[in-house]
């Protein structure tokens, strides 16, 4: 039987099997971000992964999905995406158990990841409850900040010391931590950026997301790229998906701060609704366990359906 599907654009299948397993179904796959492949490899192997742990669950098997240029690229390239993804997913305890290849003009990478979870313990994006603190594990604006490196605008070697360790980090010590609580939602933050994931999981929740920019954390350099003209593919498109909901800003804030806002994130961190008290606790026991950048980011409120930026 079909527990999750579509309907609130959540970020895996869920099909239950027994009273006692479900089984999470999803498959995600990138362009490369950054050139070194294996970078690559590992970002887009923990960018797969983290749906199943978005949704409560455990990852079990995984099978490389990957479009690689054969004719014109050496086949050393892709040896190394692919020991970078094989080295994610035996650090989530997980097997790779195969996988298709298909040749293509340019390099996309991903995986389509199995896992369990009990389904009396599915955690999907749709379930948020008024009451309940927002807690975001990862900063935003690395979206911008690979644009910015490809162009030569931003140094490679801050890319590799202060963003890609964590944003090729996987989400499993996060979910795991998270789930000794009281967790009405979680979803990761991705492509549609900060707003379109929290608006996602408002509408499916029916209710309002409130959000203190002051308390947002960002990769550092991401707001100078956008002060400098860098940008993204995405920022467009997410803007006027967000424009579907009601959005409200009642502080000042640049063009480039918003901005931020709409930064497509790879690989990004969970963001996690649960009651508020619990919510505070459980950003200390994060940064206990070395998750040093999850910070409470907002609530959630019983009105429309929305966001508002304070």
Same mark, same amino acid.
């Given at each position: !039987?079909?527990?999750?599907?579509?309907?609130?654009?959540?970020?895996?299948?869920?099909?239950?099997? %027994?009273?006692?397993?479900? !089984?999470? +179904?999803?498959?995600?796959?990138? $362009?490369?971000?950054?050139?070194?492949?294996?970078?690559?490899?590992?970002?887009?192997?923990? *960018? %797969?992964?983290?749906?199943?742990?978005?949704?409560?669950?455990?990852?079990?098997?995984?099978? =490389?999905?990957?479009?690689?240029?054969?004719?014109?690229?050496?086949?050393?390239?892709?040896?190394?995406?692919?020991?970078?993804? *094989?080295?994610?997913?035996?650090?989530?305890?997980?097997?790779?158990?195969?996988?298709?290849?298909?040749?293509? =003009? /340019?390099?996309?990478?991903?995986?389509?990841? =199995?896992?369990v979870v009990h389904p009396d313990r599915i955690i999907t994006n749709a379930n948020a409850k008024p009451g309940d603190g927002l807690v975001l594990t990862k900063p935003l604006g690395s979206g911008v900040l690979f644009n910015a490196t490809r162009a030569r605008k931003f140094p490679l070697v801050e890319l590799e010391r202060?963003?890609?360790?964590?944003?090729? %980090?996987? +989400?499993?010590?996060?979910?795991?931590?998270?789930?000794?609580?009281?967790? *009405?939602?979680?979803?990761?933050?991705?492509?549609?950026?900060?707003?379109?994931?929290?608006?996602?999981?408002?509408?499916?929740?029916?209710?309002?997301?409130?959000?203190?920019?002051?308390?947002?954390?960002?990769?550092?350099?991401?707001? /100078?790229?956008?002060?400098?003209?860098? $940008?993204?593919? %995405? =920022?467009?498109?997410?803007?006027?998906?967000?424009?579907?909901?009601?959005?409200?800003?009642?502080?000042?804030?640049?063009?480039?701060?918003? /901005?931020?806002?709409?930064?497509?994130? $790879?690989?990004?961190?969970l963001l996690l609704s649960l009651p508020l008290k619990q919510a505070k606790t459980l950003v200390k026991d994060l940064n206990a366990a070395g998750i040093n950048e999850a910070v409470l980011i907002g609530e959630v409120v019983d009105e429309a359906v929305g966001v508002t930026l304070q």
């Amino acid at each position: !039987m079909l527990l999750v599907g579509i309907e609130t654009s959540d970020d895996a299948a869920v099909y239950k099997m %027994s009273d006692e397993i479900a !089984m999470i +179904n999803t498959v995600d796959f990138i $362009t490369p971000p950054v050139d070194d492949p294996y970078w690559f490899g590992q970002i887009s192997a923990a *960018n %797969s992964i983290s749906d199943v742990y978005s949704m409560g669950g455990k990852p079990l098997t995984a099978l =490389n999905v990957v479009m690689f240029p054969a004719g014109h690229m050496d086949m050393g390239v892709l040896k190394e995406i692919l020991r970078g993804g *094989n080295d994610k997913v035996i650090e989530a305890g997980a097997c790779l158990v195969g996988g298709h290849t298909v040749d293509d =003009n /340019e390099p996309k990478y991903g995986l389509c990841v =199995n896992g369990v979870v009990h389904p009396d313990r599915i955690i999907t994006n749709a379930n948020a409850k008024p009451g309940d603190g927002l807690v975001l594990t990862k900063p935003l604006g690395s979206g911008v900040l690979f644009n910015a490196t490809r162009a030569r605008k931003f140094p490679l070697v801050e890319l590799e010391r202060e963003v890609l360790p964590l944003v090729a %980090s996987l +989400n499993g010590l996060a979910i795991e931590k998270a789930l000794k609580y009281d967790l *009405n939602a979680c979803t990761d933050v991705t492509g549609f950026g900060l707003l379109g994931h929290l608006l996602e999981v408002a509408a499916g929740s029916g209710v309002h997301t409130i959000v203190n920019y002051e308390a947002l954390p960002f990769y550092s350099g991401a707001y /100078e790229m956008y002060k400098k003209g860098q $940008t993204t593919g %995405s =920022n467009g498109a997410n803007r006027e998906l967000v424009a579907r909901f009601a959005l409200n800003i009642e502080r000042s804030l640049s063009k480039f701060q918003e /901005e931020l806002l709409y930064d497509p994130q $790879t690989s990004g961190g969970l963001l996690l609704s649960l009651p508020l008290k619990q919510a505070k606790t459980l950003v200390k026991d994060l940064n206990a366990a070395g998750i040093n950048e999850a910070v409470l980011i907002g609530e959630v409120v019983d009105e429309a359906v929305g966001v508002t930026l304070q």
